[in-house]
């Protein structure tokens, strides 16, 4: 990376002390720009060095109101795209032991057409998953918002590491002219092209860069005629109710075939419609409301004319989808949603 900075605020307010605390043993000797941000809004501002220069850089705050803040500043950078690779590290607190609002981030990437990562809470995967944020956003040129939750203070286990790598534009190695183009200016006419680029051509790179990368799991199972999708942030939720219930072992290995949304956002059709084929039942394990990831499923399973009547039923703790078959295909969804 060329930079990395942030706002404290629970529940990542530690992840910015640790960078202090690194400044000048690693950070400096590499060349690496660290910035303790005044606001949300002024570390959104720091994405901007990558919109004009092949540089990687990282940001964090905290979700959802943290994002709020700086949605001025994050919408301008969606808008114009960057060239480097550029993570924001959220911190999404959502639940019973929550401190802030009962809100989430998908709606902010929705909103600003922003890839979402949510890995599953395990060392390895937020390791995989840090390395995969920069190539999806090299690849779509687009920044990425990369989730962790207050579950990821549990985890236990082992992180294998790679070796510092200098960054080719840094504090010690600056470049020798600038770079500037007058069509990555948030001004019209550029901003109609910048949408349609948006759709044309950013997120369908996002879609060939998680369909190839494969950060999405898709674990087979004996029970070809069940299913659960889940965001990857709740794995370990999901696969604990599985345990309790006697379909699953403590390493969390179970007969029902399983599809781990890595990438919540956004979301692969011929993969969803894929799991889905012959299946007569599958939970849609998804937090909070709206219902984003059960809407589009029942979505792309009506368009791909499959044959499925949905109903639905919605109270204030849980919403449940029931579908039933008139031909090849039946599936039951319902969204069970962890406070």
């Not at 994405?47 to 700086?70: C, D, E, F, H, Q």
């Not at 470049?175 to 948006?198: C, H, V, W």
């Not at 009506?302 to 579908?323: F, P």
């Amino acid at each position: 990376m060329s930079y990395v900075g942030g706002y404290p605020g629970a529940p990542v307010s530690y992840l910015i002390d640790v960078l202090a605390d690194a400044n000048e043993p690693l950070l400096k000797p590499l060349g690496v720009y660290f910035e303790q941000s005044g606001s949300e809004a002024a570390a959104a501002a720091l994405l901007g060095a990558s919109i004009n220069y092949p540089m990687r850089g990282a940001v964090t705050w905290k979700s959802v109101v943290g994002t709020n803040v700086a949605s001025d500043a994050l919408s301008h950078v969606a808008s114009a795209g960057v060239i480097g690779g550029s993570v924001i590290v959220i911190g999404e607190d959502y639940g019973e032991g929550a401190s802030i609002l009962q809100e989430r981030t998908h709606s902010a990437a929705l909103k600003s057409s922003i890839p979402l990562l949510d890995p599953r809470d395990s060392l390895q995967a937020f390791a995989r998953f840090v390395e995969e944020g920069f190539g999806l956003s090299e690849a779509c040129n687009e920044p990425v918002f990369f989730s962790i939750r207050i579950r990821a203070c549990h985890m236990r286990g082992i992180l294998r590491c790679r070796d510092n790598v200098r960054p080719a534009i840094s504090m010690l190695s600056p470049l020798g002219a600038p770079s500037f183009s007058i069509d990555r200016i948030n001004l019209p006419p550029f901003t109609y092209q910048m949408e349609a680029q948006k759709f044309e051509k950013r997120l369908p790179a996002a879609r060939r860069y998680i369909v190839e990368r494969r950060l999405n799991e898709h674990l087979r199972g004996d029970e070809d005629h069940l299913g659960i999708v889940m965001q990857g942030g709740l794995w370990n939720t999901t696969l604990r109710g599985l345990h309790v219930l006697g379909l699953a072992d403590t390493r969390g290995r179970t007969p029902v075939p399983l599809l781990v949304l890595n990438a919540i956002h956004p979301l692969v059709p011929e993969e969803l419609i894929d799991f889905l084929r012959d299946k007569r039942r599958v939970l849609v394990v998804e937090e909070g409301m709206p219902d984003y990831i059960e809407r589009e499923l029942k979505a792309l399973a009506h368009e791909a004319r499959l044959g499925v009547e949905i109903q639905g039923r919605t109270s204030s703790r849980r919403t449940e989808s029931t579908c039933r078959s008139s031909s090849s295909m039946a599936c039951a969804a319902s969204s069970s949603r962890r406070g």
